[in-house]
C-alpha cells in the first residue's frame, strides 16, 4: 500500500495491517474481483484521512483524552485518531461487527 505525502504523518497499527490482510486474504478465497478494489478503496481512503482528518465523524474521546474517528467506505469503517501532526490508523471493522469489538479503543 502506497501512499501520497501529506501535512500528516501517517501511523498504522499492527491492528490494522492483521485485519487489513485477514479481509484480503477472505477475498481472495471468496471473490477476487472485490480483492483488488478493497486495497484501491482502502489507499484512497486512507489517503482522504491524511488530507482532511478532522473533517471525519468523531466516534468518542477516550479516558487518554484522544479523540476518536472514523472513516466509512462501503461497509467498513477506517478507525484512526490525530495526534501531534501524526494519523494513527488504528483498525479497519466491517460495520455488522458488534460494537463489543470496539472495546480496544479504550486501552489505546
Given at each position: 500500500?502506497?501512499?501520497?505525502?501529506?501535512?500528516?504523518?501517517?501511523?498504522?497499527?499492527?491492528?490494522?495491517?492483521?485485519?487489513?490482510?485477514?479481509?484480503?486474504?477472505?477475498?481472495?478465497v471468496v471473490f477476487?474481483?472485490?480483492?483488488?478494489?478493497?486495497?484501491?478503496?482502502?489507499?484512497?481512503r486512507i489517503e482522504?484521512?491524511?488530507?482532511?482528518?478532522?473533517?471525519?465523524?468523531?466516534?468518542?474521546?477516550?479516558?487518554?483524552?484522544?479523540?476518536?474517528?472514523?472513516?466509512?467506505?462501503?461497509?467498513?469503517?477506517?478507525?484512526?485518531?490525530?495526534?501531534?501532526?501524526?494519523?494513527?490508523?488504528?483498525?479497519?471493522?466491517?460495520?455488522?461487527?458488534?460494537?463489543?469489538?470496539?472495546?480496544?479503543?479504550?486501552?489505546?
Amino acid at each position: 500500500m502506497e501512499l501520497e505525502e501529506f501535512s500528516y504523518s501517517i501511523e498504522i497499527s499492527e491492528r490494522f495491517r492483521k485485519s487489513f490482510k485477514e479481509i484480503l486474504d477472505y477475498m481472495l478465497v471468496v471473490f477476487y474481483k472485490s480483492y483488488t478494489v478493497y486495497q484501491k478503496e482502502v489507499t484512497e481512503r486512507i489517503e482522504q484521512i491524511c488530507e482532511y482528518p478532522e473533517s471525519f465523524t468523531i466516534l468518542k474521546k477516550v479516558k487518554s483524552g484522544k479523540l476518536f474517528r472514523f472513516a466509512k467506505f462501503k461497509q467498513f469503517k477506517i478507525f484512526f485518531f490525530v495526534e501531534n501532526n501524526s494519523v494513527f490508523i488504528v483498525d479497519n471493522i466491517h460495520e455488522k461487527r458488534s460494537p463489543k469489538s470496539l472495546n480496544f479503543i479504550d486501552k489505546v
